[in-house]
C-alpha cells in the first residue's frame, strides 16, 4: 500500500474519523496537558497527522504558530471547517508530509506527531525529515501505537484488513524498538510515559530533543 492509497483511505473514512470518540479520554487530556507544558507563546509548532483538527485546535492558542498538517484532504478539509468555526489565530492547515516540509524553508520549535509514526512507510526517513525541520535542540513529541507489543491477533489481522482496504498500512515495532529509530535519527530521548487510564496501552508518548 503506497502513501497515495493510504491518503485515499484517510479520504475515505474521515467523517466516520470526525465522528468517532476518544477511547481513554482522560488519558488524552493527560497528554495535551503534558504537551501544554513543553510550549510557550514563542513557540513555533508543527503537527504531523493531525486528521480532523482537533489536537491542534485544542493547542493552537498556546503557541506563536502552529501549522497542522495530514496526507488526507478530506481531513484538512473537516479540520479548516472547524477552525472556521472556532478560529485560533496561530494556526493554519495544510495537506503535507514531513518529507515535503523538510525541503523548504520554514522551521520550528517543536514538531507533534500523535498516532502517527506507525503509519508512516519508512520511518527512518521521516525521523530525519522531522530532524530536518526542527530548529537547533528544537523536541519532537510523538505518542505511538506500539503494535509490536500488542495483543499478536492485531498483528495478524492488520494485513488481512489492508488487504480489503479496511486499514492503512501501519508498521509493526516495539516501544523498544521506536526508542532505537528516535535515537537513530538524531535524538536524546528526555521522557517516555504512559499516559493510558489503566495499565498500559503500548502508545509511549516520548520527548525527545534534536541534538
Known amino acids: 500500500m503506497s502513501t497515495e492509497s493510504d491518503a485515499k483511505f484517510w479520504d475515505r473514512t474521515s467523517t466516520r474519523y470526525a465522528t468517532s470518540a476518544v477511547a481513554d479520554p482522560a488519558g488524552y487530556e493527560r497528554t ?4 501544554r507544558a513543553l510550549l510557550n507563546p514563542n513557540t513555533k509548532v508543527l503537527e504531523l497527522g493531525c486528521g480532523t483538527g482537533t489536537t491542534a485546535l485544542r493547542l493552537a492558542g498556546h503557541a506563536a504558530a502552529y501549522l ?3 496526507i488526507s484532504v478530506g481531513m ?5 471547517d472547524k477552525h472556521a468555526a472556532s478560529p485560533v489565530p496561530a494556526l493554519a492547515f495544510r495537506t503535507a508530509t514531513a518529507e515535503v516540509l523538510a525541503s523548504e524553508v520554514a522551521r520550528f520549535d517543536a514538531v507533534l506527531g500523535f498516532n502517527y509514526l506507525h503509519l508512516v512507510h519508512d520511518l527512518p526517513g521521516t525521523l530525519h525529515a522531522i ?4 530548529t537547533p535542540a528544537g523536541l519532537f513529541i510523538s505518542k505511538t501505537p506500539c503494535v509490536g507489543d500488542m495483543n499478536p491477533l492485531i498483528r495478524l489481522a492488520l494485513p488481512v484488513m489492508r488487504a480489503i482496504g479496511k486499514a492503512p498500512h501501519a508498521g509493526i515495532f516495539r516501544a523498544s524498538e521506536l526508542g532505537r529509530h528516535v535515537e537513530a535519527a538524531g535524538f536524546e530521548i528526555l521522557a517516555t510515559e504512559n499516559h ?3 495499565g498500559n496501552d503500548n502508545r509511549p508518548y516520548i520527548v525527545a530533543r534534536k541534538k
Not at 484538512?76 to 479548516?80: L, R, S
Open 68 to 70: 497542522a498538517t495530514d
Open 76 to 80: 484538512i478539509a473537516i479540520a479548516n
Open 32 to 35: 495535551l496537558d503534558r504537551t
Open 196 to 198: 493510558a487510564t489503566k
Open 131 to 134: 530532524r530536518t525541520v526542527l
